[in-house]
T-cell receptor, first 114, second 111 residues
Framework: EPEVTQTPSHQVTQMGQEVILRCVPI?????FYWYRQILGQKVEFLVS????????KSEIFDDQFSVERPDGSNFTLKIRSTKLEDSAMYFC????????????FGSGTQLSVL | EDKVVQSPLSLVVHEGDTVTLNCSYE??????LLWYKQEKKAPTFLFML????IEKKSGRLSSILDKKELFSILNITATQTGDSAVYLC???????????FGAGTQVVVTP
């Protein structure tokens, strides 16, 4: 079965540093997402992306966050100046169609901000 | 404010037992309810439910949605140790596919 792949699996960074989390969605999918899960808490929606622009974002997704699809395969999440509270597992997800199709999740990037 | 509540928070069963997980919701503009299994990392898709009263089955797992009483049930029969995981319920309210997740139910199946 096709997979969403994420790199790196773990990222450790110092507070205030920029990080870029990378994702390769399933190749024929059109809708892309980032979610995060702080340890012991719910999976939370960050942002959705379609047709090369953000379609929806949550309150968490402030000016420190940005997403990009730099080429036909990669989808990245950038955090400009990391904070301690950004430490979480970040999941990329994708789906094919507009109407109610299931999301496929990647295996996640564990981000630790020290 | 939309919300989804899963119960129980956790349970421990023996291999062979049947488990029933609950997901209740209060959602405006409900479109679909999804169940995911989360073992170590990535949530993996189990079911998507949009219509009330229609059971979906996959092997030993089944799920049903009640849109009148606003809940869904996930059943696992003849549990195996490989069923140990966190089971997540999520709903969708728009066509963009954004999901809002419940806190999950931790299931531990002991040999």
């Amino acid at each position: 079965e096709p997979e969403v792949t994420q790199t790196p699996s773990h990222q450790v960074t110092q507070m205030g540093q920029e990080v870029i989390l990378r994702c390769v969605p399933i190749s024929n999918h059109l809708y892309f997402y980032w979610y995060r899960q702080i340890l012991g808490q719910k999976v939370e929606f960050l942002v959705s992306f379609y047709n090369n622009e953000i379609s929806e974002k949550s309150e968490i997704f402030d000016d420190q966050f940005s997403v990009e699809r730099p080429d036909g395969s990669n989808f990245t999440l950038k955090i400009r100046s990391t904070k301690l509270e950004d430490s979480a597992m970040y999941f990329c997800a994708s789906k094919g169609g507009r109407q109610g199709e299931k999301l496929f999740f990647g295996s996640g990037t564990q981000l630790s901000v020290l | 404010e939309d919300k989804v509540v899963q119960s129980p928070l956790s349970l421990v069963v023996h291999e062979g037992d049947t488990v029933t997980l609950n997901c209740s919701y209060e959602v405006t503009n409900f479109r679909s309810l999804l169940w995911y299994k989360q073992e170590k990392k990535a949530p993996t898709f189990l079911f998507m439910l949009t219509s009330s009263g229609i059971e979906k089955k996959s092997g030993r797992l089944s799920s049903i949605l009640d849109k009148k009483e606003l809940f869904s049930i996930l059943n696992i029969t003849a549990t195996q140790t490989g069923d140990s995981a966190v089971y997540l319920c999520a709903f969708s309210t728009d066509s963009w596919g954004k999901l809002q997740f419940g806190a999950g139910t931790q299931v531990v199946v002991t040999p």
